[in-house]
């Protein structure tokens, strides 16, 4: 029986930091018992060192001399979680060249930056493992890495963002404004004080850039992903299509498609209608949800907690394991992308993307109006396929609510034009993509 | 890079085999791509080798002689998919002796001699990946072994048999009657010729030992579990319970449960109501999930298609190179449990199990009966949650359903006893669990 004595360093000791401190000092006991490994935690860095933290220290082990840790050849195993994108990335790259290898969650790094980190772990030797940067405990860089190894993946459909979810959660099941819904989920702890990366569609794309990367296996340039964000979501929207059976996520997706005689990978992220009926729809609150369609293995999902302290140190301490046994480093050594020779990912063009909408028109309230819109609509090779307008008479102009069929986004984004040229039009209209994941009958 | 070449023998050309032998006829190079991994089927072997299979298989490599397998030293992998208790497990010792580790999706024979077949690949030093044996595609085994390695894990509440996922889909979505959902299911392939071990819930439980083995690192024995199956369950109870709300399910639990000062394992498959807003409500047809419970992750659940050609192959190909590249082996060396030393599951007594539950009493319709009823519930510290009773004019005796709070299994075994003793019973009184899976908010 092995019984391996692996020293880390943990460089970051925020929230999820001192979950991952928790583990290492709470469980090793356990850890050894199930795995051969005696994990010790050597040193625990951070600029503060003083502020109170639920985990009681070795002495000598918190500490803010990041210099110790690289001269420290015991260290196999560093934990970056700085976060952000300038700083981390030289701790990291320092880390890798001193010869630790690298367990992080910082995907906003990896997908900015991802290249040059990777190319440095490999010019060190040194391999970098990532489970917490998406999708919190949930281990689903795992099982693409290994439960689906044998599969072509042909689709992801996520719900990644824990933030976001809530949001749109409280929106929808409790009517909420967005700031309402916003305010609140930063006084629940489920939002940052600063909320833009989660709101505007970012985060959820800088784990769309490492999923895919690691699902299709094609080198994924984080500025091929289309984004946008919930920040602009009128709660209107959600309350008119809950009435037509349609819950609003917001989906991180990556598909190949076919466009004319060609196939091309479809990156975006945005904010979406799907059926109620949908398994997705059901992910409420903090909660993310991921489904991963495979040639062999169909359709598989993966549900859990996208954040939080223990959840996301969970995929941490799963990572450490992971590269003390060694597996992390064979799979690094030979993945395709993450810095090895990989094919740019061929993208199918946005404007070819085919997908449902729903329509928010301001119309006014006169005859010919409805007939102006279906032309315009029906010009642009777009059919209708529902359709709601409330009797009002409440003033000049009525919203009026369509929703299509499969249409492209390019004929949308002209039909859009056309309609915003109406001078019966009293606002720009509101376009939300109805989406329908793949189905696995 | 490493470009290492894998010779694989593959015992046993079913539904399943054939699937693992077409990816590894067709799917080698880009294995080899992600992998670094030369997947080479050496040896297809089968007693039939005259019976025409979609797979070209190339010359030489179909054949019905163990021996020849056995004798190949240059073989490192041999999949077993003859299934059965027997003379599977014959052919596991034999390939195990001569040098092999061994992948397999035979859950029947790693539940109930798993302890011989565990030992013979200790003695033997060699591995078993058996990816395969629980919810088919879905990568569960590989995300309680790793992703959720840091976790103390408190409960499982799973759908592991899609054949009867399948009947009770088909009776609670369509009104179809037991006996018809089944002939559908065999007519549809999701269920056997002889589907005794899936509906009278065996093979849930053989399931459910492999699962809980991994995931409480104590030893379990196949006949700790409480087997109930589906075999028995009336159309009309699915009904009455579908308007109070709740969708049955023939679900695989094992979780850690308090009953006086002390804390024991609970084992047991059964049908099953749950409320249709839990998540598992929604796993409809041949579909498996399985919710796990972390003490660091919190709730995470994994979802996909539990039987089938491909999805099954996908999780084998998965254990092939999860194998080759020394995974396996290293988590199976240390592994509690699988024949190393490991506690003994101390269980927890099945009476004193807490759980609502669902009645229906055949009673005669007549002025006292309900309060006997009650009495007799009440007598046994057992409180009425909800009734039902339609108003009927049919004949002498009506259906009263009855919910529960939670109560004592051994209370409910009493009132069952004092309830048949009635002499306004007219039939023997229906008594089915209501399950609440643990909630993580």
């Known amino acids: 029986m092995e019984n391996r004595k692996i020293k880390i360093a943990v460089i970051g000791l925020g929230t999820v930091g001192t979950g991952v401190a928790k583990i290492l000092l709470e469980k090793s006991q356990q850890i050894s018992h199930k795995t051969g490994l005696q994990l010790e935690l050597a040193h625990a860095v951070d600029v503060d060192i003083s502020r109170p933290r639920p985990v009681a220290f070795p002495p000598g082990v918190l500490h803010n001399d990041l210099q110790r840790v690289l001269d420290d050849k015991t260290v196999q195993i560093a934990v970056e979680l700085v976060g952000g994108t300038t700083l981390a990335g030289e701790i990291q790259k320092k880390l890798l060249a001193s010869g630790k290898d690298v367990v992080t969650a910082n995907k906003a790094l990896l997908a900015e930056r991802g290249e040059e980190i990777y190319a440095a772990a490999r010019q060190a030797g040194r391999c970098i493992a990532f489970e917490a940067s998406c999708c919190g405990g949930i281990p689903v860089i795992g099982a693409i890495r290994t439960g689906l190894a044998a599969n072509t993946i042909s689709a992801m459909y996520g719900i990644v963002n824990g933030t976001c979810n809530y949001i749109l959660s409280e929106m929808s099941l409790k009517s909420k404004e967005y700031a309402t819904a916003l305010k609140e989920a930063q006084q629940a702890g489920f939002a940052e004080a600063d909320p833009t990366l989660d709101v505007n ?65 479809s990156l975006r992220v945005h904010p979406a209608f799907i059926h109620n009926d949908a398994p997705l729809a059901k992910v409420s609150g903090p909660f993310n949800a991921i489904s991963i369609f495979g040639d062999a293995v169909g359709h598989t999902s993966y549900y859990g907690r996208g954040a939080g302290m223990m959840p996301t140190a969970s995929a941490v301490a799963a990572d450490i394991i992971d590269v003390a046994q060694g597996n992390t480093g064979r799979w690094f050594a030979q993945a395709p992308g993450f810095g090895r020779p990989a094919a740019a990912a061929k993208l199918c063009p946005p404007e070819a993307i085919m997908t449902k909408f729903y329509l928010r028109l301001s119309a006014v309230d006169q005859p010919g109006v409805f007939a102006q819109i279906a032309k315009i609509l029906g010009n642009n090779n777009i059919s209708i396929s529902g359709c709601l307008q409330h009797e009002s008479d409440k003033g000049d102009y009525v919203p009026v609510i369509i929703t299509t069929h499969l249409a492209k986004q390019g004929d949308m984004q002209k039909a859009l034009k056309d309609l915003e040229g109406l001078d019966t039009m009293k606002a720009k209209p509101v376009c939300i993509d109805v989406v329908t994941p793949p189905e696995d009958q």
């Open 201 to 265: 569609g970012t985060d959820s794309a800088h784990k769309l850039a490492i999923l895919a990367e690691l699902a299709f296996g094609q080198q994924i340039r984080f500025g091929d992903i289309s984004i946008r964000g919930i920040d602009r979501i009128c709660l209107d929207d959600i309350i008119y299509a809950g009435e037509m059976g349609y819950t609003m996520k917001l989906l991180a997706i990556a598909e190949c498609r076919s466009f004319g005689s060609e196939t091309g990978l």
